[in-house]
C-alpha cells in the first residue's frame, strides 16, 4: 500500500534550519507530483511547495527563497530544506503524493492524493 513517512521535524530558533525528508513507498513514485503542505493552529492546510515528475518546483509567496523542494528518484523521497525560518513556519508540516504525472511515458498510478502524518516544525524568538 501507499505509505508517505515524514521526518526531521523539531524546534528551532528563528533564522535557523530544518530539513524535512519524506519516503515514499508503493507506487511508482518519479510519476507522481509531490508537495509539502503545513497546517498551523487554528488554519487552514497550505500549500508550500510543489515537486513535479520533470523535477519542476512551485513555491508559496511566503517561503520563496527561504524553502527549497527536491526529489530523489532512485530514494524514492522528497526533502524540504528550509533556511531563516520565522516564527510563522511554526506548523505541523505533511508530505504529499499527487495523483498525476508522467515519467517518460508512464502516467502516475495514484487515483487520490496521499498523505503523510506529519511532523511538527516549531519556530521560537
Known amino acids: 500500500q501507499v505509505q508517505l513517512v515524514e521526518s526531521g521535524g523539531g524546534s528551532v530558533q528563528t533564522g535557523g534550519s530544518l530539513k524535512l525528508s519524506c519516503a515514499a513507498s508503493?507506487?511508482?513514485?518519479?510519476?507522481?507530483?509531490m508537495a509539502w503542505y503545513r497546517q498551523a493552529p487554528g488554519k487552514e492546510r497550505e500549500l508550500v511547495a510543489s515537486v513535479y515528475a520533470d523535477q519542476t518546483t512551485r513555491y508559496a509567496d511566503s517561503v520563496k527563497g527561504r524553502f527549497t523542494i527536491s526529489r530523489n528518484n532512485v530514494l524514492n523521497t522528497i526533502y524540504l530544506q528550509m533556511n531563516n525560518l520565522k516564527t510563522e513556519d511554526t506548523a505541523v508540516y505533511f508530505c504529499?503524493?499527487?495523483?498525476?504525472?508522467?515519467?517518460?511515458?508512464?502516467?502516475?498510478?495514484?487515483?487520490?492524493?496521499?498523505w503523510g502524518q506529519g511532523t511538527q516544525v516549531t519556530v521560537s524568538s
Open positions: 508503493g507506487y511508482f513514485f518519479s510519476a507522481c507530483a
Open positions: 504529499a503524493a499527487d495523483s498525476w504525472g508522467t515519467y517518460y511515458g508512464r502516467n502516475c498510478e495514484l487515483r487520490t492524493p496521499y
